[in-house]
């Protein structure tokens, strides 16, 4: 069968084309006068033309524009319009373009541009909706001062910057700070804040607000907290102050990602700010905090100093990211924050980059760039970062990243400009570094050790397997935190960074008295797959003496995974050294609660599955899924004589607090609640939920009573609770679906998006049975094929409404190469099903293509 092709082949845009505008944007003025299906958009853009410019060309994009006037100087003017854009002819001297266009926020189903969501207005621009809004040179490297006139009955009218003026049906703000069109924004709405202030170290007064609709308002105070102690943070830690008198930040319902950094006016997803103990557990109380500081630290790495073109995304994101990832290890555990992005990584990045979406970090090509804001910019991006401060060192990092700030601050900046800081900094030559930016792929990293005499040699390989476009890897630099513990468990050698540059390469320690015992990949210090062949009982050892908390639950992690693998592959039950190793981990009062809690959360079954694949076997979702019950069962019963002694002593007692400590127990807890279910069928866990004060509990319960298929009454109970709350209904949406046995999930799914509570149009919503089913691996990858159908009509359903979130679902379906054949031929026909619909959107046309050509 032949794959139908679009009517027009889409357009690639490439890196190696950059040219710069041929204008200069001095100024920009625009008024809104808001209705709901014609608003009008008045612009006043003042551009000079630059003297040496390659390209003098007068292209502005607009996409969706009824351009009602234009006029150049005052004088009316008939541009050529396009569906992307509009050319006209201009003097070549300063002039002020004039444009009036009318556009429907009300018919904008995709969540870009201008559009609603419960009466409200917001936009989301990001990276290419300007151009919904009013033609524009819509690209970062273009950037101005805005100044903003809303007109509108709503009680609040916001866009960037400080406020000017307002009054009755009107507000004007004022951005001093040149920004690309990406960073603008505008809210207006009946909305209610939860105000507070905040005084910068140079004694600059900041008012701060979070916005919400009515009836939401408690739920904002973790948020301003967290805000606060990222402005904070980012004072002491990197040196950074705000630079506004007001910072804004708005919840709205209906929004395609987690939020949005425009310029002193933030834009959240509601479910990455709003927060109460009541309706969010502990898990969305850290992402909160993450996200508030993520969204934060743009200001400086992002928005003082951004991207000149898409293709340098992870400049800003990469970055950032990284940002967050140390404030999150600084107030709470750093180990917990550095395995639970381990854990993340591997979920999410590795799949991309051992699969046919496969980029570099920084791409050199695309489509529709909204498909890639990934995992491989934003997290293997960051893991770069981790890396580059790992090799040059705390104090060398952080002098590197003033000068950054100092040499660039007001710029549109590229990767090579990045380097260049690091290398004039630190006098280090970054040119093989960069390796890591340009080619993709994930690392294998092997190890082979040898001891005579004292001295002990550890020979590294590293090799990267192709990725499409790109077959030959060149050797990257590869920091390799290592340890050595004599046979006793003591440390003889302590952490120490190995550099690998070469594609083999020895290291070796003198003056040890036995063969040591190895700890490699310490912290987690390279995005690589290490594979190194050692005994279960070298593994039972690290987990019971490393000094290093990441390598000590990577050696656990370890155990478990080759216990299922023989499980699949074998039959053989786990080994018994290793169940008697996790009890007294278990049992040990001496380790944080949130680090028992991981060890004893079980590889996913997907982890498993690439696991298989990669030992060039074929996955069966039945038997992985089959071999996780089961051992699930074992640990239970291995376990029971302290299950319930470990319950009790793991609930908190006292009100609920959303800290680290609590967080902790109460992981802890849920992980004994879900062992103590398979032996006592559901009464602890009854018993639990009849008694929550907040969601962490509720949940945690309402799960393990799901899983075991006793929880139909509180199922019922947790809709008639909270079904006025759509944040919690997303749960419950999710929940049916990650606890369905794998033969019903589908089903269960379906009959979901039948639910008088569904919408399609709700991205929240969509994930939470969408992605929740696309999650659920053995339900998914079912034998029928009724999940990847079910995935298949929603997605062909989504895509006219909302490409973006259309398009981003699709990664569902790029590890179809890892299983049988006859999955295989059923993904594919979905697949091809999906390519062929009349008019797919650009967004969805690019990743089906990119899967299918695997
Ligand atoms: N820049 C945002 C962030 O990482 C994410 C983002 C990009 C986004 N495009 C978007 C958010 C579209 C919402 C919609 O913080
Ligand atoms: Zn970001």
Redesign the pocket.
């Known amino acids: 069968m032949k794959d139908a092709a679009p009517a027009t082949p889409p357009e690639t845009f490439y890196l190696k084309d950059y040219t710069p505008f041929g204008f200069e944007v001095d100024a920009v003025e625009l008024v809104f006068r808001l209705a709901p299906e014609a608003t009008r958009v008045l612009s006043k853009i003042r551009f000079t033309p630059k003297p040496d410019a390659a390209d003098k060309r007068f292209f502005l994009h607009g996409e969706k524009l009824t351009l009602i006037r234009a006029a150049i100087d005052g004088v009316a003017v008939s541009p050529e319009v396009t569906e992307i854009g509009l050319t006209c002819t201009v003097p070549d001297a300063p002039f002020t373009f004039e444009a009036e266009v009318e556009i429907n926020p009300k018919a904008n189903t995709a969540?870009?541009g201008l559009y609603m969501s419960n009466g409200m207005y917001c936009t989301?621009c990001?990276?290419e909706?300007f151009r919904k809004i009013t033609y524009y040179p819509d690209r970062p490297d273009v950037m101005s001062t805005f100044k903003v006139r809303i007109e509108g009955s709503e009680p609040i009218l916001l866009s960037n910057g400080n406020p000017t003026a307002q009054g009755e049906g009107f507000a004007e703000w004022h951005d001093p700070w040149p920004k690309p069109a990406y960073l603008f924004a505008l809210v207006a709405g009946d909305l209610v804040n939860h105000p507070d202030r905040f005084t910068t170290r140079s004694g600059r007064d900041v008012e701060l607000n979070i916005w919400v609709r009515p009836g939401d308002e408690g739920k904002c105070a973790f948020g301003m907290e967290a805000l606060k102690k990222s402005m904070t943070w980012d004072e002491e830690v990197y040196g950074r102050e705000y630079d506004l008198d007001i910072f804004n930040i708005v919840a709205v319902d209906d929004?395609?990602?987690?939020?949005?950094?425009n310029k002193g006016l933030n834009?959240f997803?509601s479910s990455c700010v709003l927060a109460s103990p009541e309706t969010s557990t502990d898990a969305n109380f850290e992402r909160i905090e993450a996200?508030i500081a993520?969204?934060y630290f743009?200001n400086w790495t992002?928005n003082r100093i951004t991207c000149r073109d898409w293709f340098q995304l992870c400049l800003?994101?990469g970055l950032?990211v990284y940002r967050d990832a140390q404030f999150t290890a600084d107030m709470r555990s750093a180990p917990v924050k550095r395995i639970e992005d381990a854990i993340e990584l591997r979920a999410r990045q590795f799949p991309e980059d051992n699969g046919p979406l496969a980029h570099p970090v920084r791409p050199e090509e695309f489509q529709e760039i909204?498909n890639f804001?990934t995992a491989t910019v934003?997290e293997k991006g960051a893991e770069v970062i981790g890396m580059l401060k790992r090799l040059v060192g705390n104090e060398a990092y952080y002098k590197a990243l003033d000068l950054y700030f100092d040499r660039h601050d007001g710029q549109a900046c590229t990767i090579e400009d990045w380097i260049t800081v690091f290398q004039d900094s630190t006098g280090r030559d970054l040119g093989q570094f960069k390796n890591w930016y340009s080619q993709a792929g994930t690392p294998r990293l092997s190890v082979e050790e040898a001891y005579e005499n004292g001295s002990y040699t550890l020979t590294f390989r590293q090799k990267t397997p192709p990725t499409p476009g790109q077959a030959q890897k060149d050797p990257k630099v590869i920091p390799i935190a290592v340890g050595l513990l004599n046979p006793n468990g003591d440390e003889v050698v302590p952490t120490t960074v190995l550099e690998m540059t070469e594609a083999e390469q020895s290291f070796t320690f003198e003056g040890l008295s036995a063969k040591p015992i190895p700890s490699i990949l310490r912290d987690f210090s390279a995005p690589v797959i290490l594979t190194r062949d050692s005994s279960a009982a070298e593994r039972a050892f690290l987990l019971a003496h490393d000094t290093d908390p990441f390598n000590r639950w990577e050696a656990g992690r370890e155990l478990a995974k080759d216990a299922r693998i023989a499980m699949v592959t074998t039959g053989a039950s786990p080994d018994a050294a290793y169940l008697d190793a996790l009890q007294s981990l278990v049992r040990d009062d001496s380790l944080d609660p949130a680090f028992r809690a991981l060890c004893l959360a079980p590889p996913s079954e997907s982890e498993i599955a690439q696991a298989l694949a990669d030992r060039g076997l074929t996955p069966d979702p039945e038997a992985i899924y089959d071999a996780a019950e089961s051992f699930a069962q074992i640990l239970a019963q291995s376990l029971s004589d302290s299950l319930p002694r470990l319950f009790a002593a793991t609930l908190v007692d006292g009100p609920y607090q959303p800290d680290a400590t609590g967080a902790g127990l109460r992981a802890l807890n849920g992980r004994i609640l879900g062992l103590l279910t398979r032996l006592d069928g559901g009464a602890a866990a009854a018993k639990q939920y009849a008694s929550a004060d907040n969601m962490t509990v509720q949940n945690a319960a309402l799960a393990c009573l799901l899983k075991a298929e006793k929880g139909e009454a509180q199922s019922e109970a947790f809709f008639q609770q909270w079904q006025s709350d759509r944040l919690v209904m997303d749960k419950w949406f999710a929940l049916q679906v990650t606890c369905a046995r794998p033969d019903c999930a589908a089903a269960v799914a379906e009959a979901l998006t039948r639910h008088p509570l569904f919408t399609i149009k709700n991205p929240n919503r969509f994930r939470a049975v969408m992605g929740a089913l696309s999650m659920n691996h053995a339900g998914f990858h079912h034998a029928s094929g009724a999940g990847y159908r079910l995935l298949a009509d929603q997605l062909i359903a989504l895509d006219p409404l909302n490409p973006?979130t259309t398009a981003r679902m699709c990664t569902a379906f790029q590890t179809w190469k890892r299983y049988d054949a006859a999955r295989q031929d059923l993904i594919l026909a979905e697949l091809r099903r999906i390519k062929a619909v009349e008019g797919l959107s650009r967004d969805t046309n690019e990743m089906v293509s990119r899967i299918l050509d695997a």
């Open positions: 969540l870009e989301q990001e990276a909706g929004f395609n990602m987690g939020a949005m950094e834009i997803n996200i993520h969204e743009h992002g800003k994101e950032t909204n804001y934003y973006q």
